[in-house]
């Protein structure tokens, strides 16, 4: 009943940016939680960014004052604008929707290959 369609990724030089999209389709109409995690290879799936309730943003370590996560004005889309990538960075992203940061099922994209590389 919801699908969630992430696109934008792609093979980028270190120091580029790339713009990360994620479409929110199906009976769910409003999520309170959507979020980017990332997944290397031969390493955990971790968090890269969060968006709480309308604009409480938070990011990790490793991505602050270079990402920026945000919503569009329908709340069924979510962004992440990755900025001066890293090799580091490489990674497949998922988009994550949850209609509450306390409960409720967690829903997850198909992932988009990220890769920063000279």
């Known amino acids: 009943q919801v699908q969630l369609v992430e696109s934008g990724g792609g093979l980028v030089q270190p120091g580029e940016s790339l713009r990360l999209s994620c479409a929110a389709s199906g009976s769910i109409r409003h999520f309170d939680v959507m979020a980017w995690y990332r997944q290397a290879p031969g390493k955990q799936r971790e968090l890269v960014a969060n968006i709480v309730g309308g604009t409480s943003q938070n990011y990790a370590d490793s991505v602050k004052g270079r990402f920026i996560i945000s919503r569009d004005n329908a709340k069924n889309m979510v962004y992440l604008q990755m900025n001066n990538l890293k090799p580091d960075d490489t990674a497949v992203y998922y988009c994550?929707?949850?209609?509450?940061?306390?409960?409720?099922?967690?829903?997850w994209g198909q992932g988009t290959q990220v890769t920063v590389s000279s």
């Open positions: 994550l929707a949850r209609v509450s940061i306390v409960q409720g099922t967690d829903y």
